[in-house]
T-cell receptor, first 113, second 111 residues
Framework: DAGITQSPRHKVTETGTPVTLRCHQTENHRYMYWYRQDPGHGLRLIHY???????DKGEVSDGYSVSRSKTEDFLLTLESATSSQTSVYFC????????????FGPGTRLTVT | GQNIDQPTEMTATEGAIVQINCTYQ??????LFWYQQHAGEAPTFLSY????GLEEKGRFSSFLSRSKGYSYLLLKELQMKDSASYLCAVKNGDSSYKLIFGSGTRLLVRP
């Protein structure tokens, strides 16, 4: 299994508070991704990174920001959490060659009350 | 627009064969993935197709027709542990590394 961890694994927070989720990899992979998964929508890309300090928006980036200061860490921040951001968040990584298949972390279940 | 369609749910019997279909309309095409996801867990990689034809990997096979925008995942000798969601994902022409996921097919295997 690819070495990917996410923290925290579960979090309950109140509307309006900032939240940061962390993804850590030990594979030295170039690409990292943040997805959210909601019933009926499948996995939707929030932001991705193609290198240290190189990030770009995905299809559902409003209300989220990211940072990548080291190869191994990719942070997702909800600046002011809303109930619509209640979801399961998955981090994924992929290498720089071949099929670029993505490997997923265990996920973070976030509830915004 | 970009769209990936899969059936929402399927039911099959232990020991049988099941085919899960995926159709896609994307701006270009750079490959198609199948992932398995058990309830409450992360998706795990099953297969990758970039050329037309069938790729076989044990009990699982995946087929691709680029001209038809169509793929299927074939599961043989079904086992109870195959009960899971199966996600189809496409790399479109804009990127060699970003994926667009379908909503997934939930497969229930019954004894």
């Amino acid at each position: 299994d690819a070495g990917i961890t996410q923290s925290p694994r579960h979090k309950v927070t109140e509307t309006g508070t900032p939240v940061t989720l962390r993804c850590h990899q030990t594979e030295n992979h170039r690409y990292m991704y943040w997805y959210r998964q909601d019933p009926g929508h499948g996995l939707r890309l929030i932001h991705y990174s193609y290198g240290v300090k190189d990030t770009d928006k995905g299809e559902v980036s409003d209300g989220y920001s990211v940072s990548r200061s080291k190869t191994e860490d990719f942070l997702l921040t909800l600046e002011s959490a809303t109930s619509s951001q209640t979801s399961v968040y998955f981090c994924a990584i992929s290498g720089s060659s071949g099929s670029y298949e993505q490997y997923f972390g265990p996920g973070t279940r976030l509830t915004v009350t | 627009g970009q769209n990936i369609d899969q059936p929402t749910e399927m039911t099959a019997t232990e020991g049988a064969i099941v085919q899960i279909n995926c159709t896609y309309q994307t701006s270009g095409f750079n490959g198609l993935f199948w992932y398995q996801q058990h309830a409450g867990e992360a998706p795990t990689f099953l297969s990758y197709n970039v050329l037309d034809g069938l790729e076989e990997k044990g009990r699982f096979s995946s087929f691709l027709s680029r001209s038809k925008g169509y793929s299927y995942l074939l599961l043989k000798e079904l086992q109870m542990k195959d009960s899971a969601s199966y996600l189809c994902a496409v790399k479109n022409g804009d990127s060699s590394y970003k994926l667009i996921f379908g909503s997934g097919t939930r497969l229930l295997v019954r004894p």
